[in-house]
């Protein structure tokens, strides 16, 4: 079935360092799609990416997908404290169903 | 946007009792609805997709004997754990796909279960 990997597991940085999560899918997505998810609360939608070779910004937040449409990226730039939590990617191939990688946790000392 | 409501936040049950956890949306319909588990640490993993007016569709490995699911109308799924054990203990999150042309899954705020 479909798997997605996403890495690394952990990110620890210095609040104003980069970041950033990659997601590989083992098969050509449709669509794949970003979430938030703060220590312990719920996942938040963050960006869908449909389009190959895709890049969306969002404000410090830069989303890229992949020319194949198999892998994907998020990278926030000069990151605040307020980044921390765990990022998932979530791809979707089939009708109906997403896959979700391991997510990243990212924790950033002040 | 759209709002999913899940219900209760956190239970503590005896082990060998049965746990049911509502999953709502709010202002808008969802003839699918997804519940996930998630361990601490670790990512989402869907366990059935839940389908108004007929039969949940479960993920490999998950007992549907065992997670019984119930999509009764447009905007109501149900979990219910049979005859919970500790090793079901876990947070359980419901999740619901918005109308809108993003796709974007709308999840509930998620529920704690302690089987004792």
Same mark, same amino acid.
Not at chain 1, 23 to 43: A, D, E, M, V
């Given at each position: 079935g479909q798997q997605v990997m996403q890495i690394p597991q952990y990110q620890h940085v210095q609040e104003g360092e980069d970041f950033t999560t990659y997601?590989? !899918? !083992?098969?050509?997505? !449709?669509?794949? &799609?970003?979430?938030? &998810?703060?220590?312990?609360?719920?996942?938040v939608f963050l960006i869908q990416l449909v389009k190959s070779g895709e890049v969306k910004k969002q404000k410090r937040l830069t989303f890229q997908f992949g020319e194949a449409k198999k892998n994907s990226s998020l990278h926030i730039t000069a990151t605040q404290t307020t980044d921390v939590g765990t990022y998932f990617c979530a791809g979707h191939a089939n009708a109906g169903k997403s896959t979700f990688g391991d997510g990243t946790t990212l924790t950033v000392k002040p | 946007g759209a709002v999913v409501s899940q219900h209760p936040s956190w239970v503590i049950c005896k082990s060998g009792t049965s746990v049911k956890i509502e999953c709502r949306s709010l202002d808008f319909q969802a003839t699918t609805m997804f519940w996930y588990r998630q361990f601490p640490k670790q990512s989402l993993m869907l366990m059935a997709t839940s389908n108004e007016g007929s039969k949940a569709t479960y993920e490999q490995g998950v007992e549907k004997d065992k997670f019984l699911i119930n999509h009764a109308s447009l905007t109501l799924s149900t979990l219910t754990v049979t005859s919970a054990h500790p090793e079901d203990s876990s947070f359980y999150i419901c999740s619901a796909r918005g109308t809108g042309t993003s796709g974007e899954l709308f999840f509930g705020e998620g529920s704690r279960l302690t089987v004792l």
């Open positions: 997601c590989n !899918s !083992s098969t050509t997505l !449709s669509n794949i &799609q970003w979430y938030k &998810q703060r220590p312990g609360g719920h996942p | -």
